[in-house]
């Protein structure tokens, strides 16, 4: 009698789901790493705001935050601006950006959101991009920003931050 050699159904089955299973739980935990890893840019985003406007403001405390300007220093910075279209000068209105502290263009949410977190945090609904809360100055500013999740001790929702650090 000759013994047939190879793999019955019911055997192809219990691999395919078996495979099929750890793609599933691979699946989400590199879903649920991603979203640590984006809080965690943007709680690293934000404290490296704080410390350029810091280091900025102690270098000299006559710098100002400025709106972008086609890469110029254009009109002081206001409530509810972006922070990536704002720049440190020397002087509104007129002469080149200051980047030596930080390059804001930079900063920007990892989720890219299209549009800068509300001056009332409270009122979004997701991620927005860092803003400011109220009329920004190197030594008094309020920074908003969003975590999906629990990350540094932070609640997942709405954040700001100001010139001591992360406030909530």
């Not at 890219?112 to 977190?117: G, H, L």
């Not at 991620?127 to 500013?141: G, M, V």
């Not at 999740?149 to 001591?164: E, F, R, Y």
Request: proline share 2%; glycine share 10%; net charge neutral.
């Amino acid at each position: 009698m000759q013994k047939k050699q190879g793999f019955t159904l019911i055997e192809l089955l219990v691999v395919i789901g078996i495979i099929g299973l750890l793609a599933t739980l691979g699946v989400v935990a590199f879903g649920s790493a991603q979203q640590r890893a984006r809080d965690a840019k943007r709680v690293a985003d934000v404290r490296a705001i704080t410390s350029a406007f810091g280091a900025a403001y102690n270098e000299s405390s006559t710098y100002v935050l400025c709106k972008d300007n086609s890469g110029a220093c254009g009109l002081a910075a206001a409530a509810g601006d972006d922070i990536s279209k704002t720049r440190i000068c020397a002087v509104c209105g007129s002469g080149s950006p200051i980047t030596s502290f930080i390059n804001l263009n930079t900063v920007k949410d990892p989720s890219t959101p299209n549009s800068a977190c509300d001056k009332d945090i409270t009122n979004v609904n997701g991620t927005c991009n860092y803003s400011f809360a109220t009329a920004p100055t190197l030594s008094t500013y309020t920074v908003n920003f969003w975590t999906e999740g629990a990350v540094s001790g932070l609640a997942a929702g709405a954040h700001t931050a100001n010139a001591n650090g992360i406030v909530n």
